[in-house]
Every structure is written in C-alpha cells, then in structure tokens.
C-alpha cells in the first residue's frame, strides 16, 4: 500500500544516515581511553623528567632552561609563544593609547 503523501526530505539530509551502532560507539570510546591514558603517561614521564633530572642515567646536573626543553613539546612551545604574543601585543595597545 502506498502512502499518497510521500516523506519530503529534510534539509540536512539526514533521514538516510543509519548513524552509529552500540558497537561503533564502544570502540570509539575504548579507543579514547587509550589516548587518554598514553597521553598521561607522556605527560607523567614528563614531569618526572623535569622533577628528578639525576632518574635518567648518565644525566648530571642540569640548568633549568635544560629541564624546560627536554620536558615540553612543540606544541607546548607554540602555545607559550601565543600566549606571550597576546600579552605583549595587549600592552602594546595600553600604551599606544
């Protein structure tokens, strides 16, 4: 039996996406865990790196600019840079009021 009024698509054209299954849903979140959990291991060896620099062998005394490369990304880097950059240029526009 046919309906007289056919289903009108949306707009977005979502009424044909199947979306996601218990399955998908389970994997993607084991994935992210993970993630989650090799990032704060990184993380954790980091700070142990910057905190106790003699736990590494054959790592004497280091100076703290030292400690600071060895325990930051480039990522790190590039958000300390930003951040200087936004303040920097805030009190240069103090100023050249």
């Known amino acids: 039996m046919k309906e007289k009024h056919p ?3 949306s707009p977005t054209g979502l009424e044909n996406w199947p979306g ?7 994997y993607q979140r084991a994935i ?11 993380l954790l060896t ?12 054959g790592n004497g005394s280091q100076s703290l600019m ?5 325990g930051l990304s480039v990522v790190d880097y590039g958000l300390m840079a930003y951040s200087a950059y936004k303040q920097i240029r805030r009190v240069y526009k103090m100023f050249r009021r």
């Open 7 to 9: 289903m009108h698509s």
């Open 20 to 26: 996601f299954t218990l399955n998908d849903l389970r």
């Open 32 to 42: 992210n865990s993970v993630k989650m959990a090799v990032e704060q291991e990184r």
């Open 46 to 57: 980091n700070i142990d790196r910057m905190v106790n620099p003699k736990s590494r062998p």
């Open 66 to 70: 030292q400690k600071m490369f060895n």
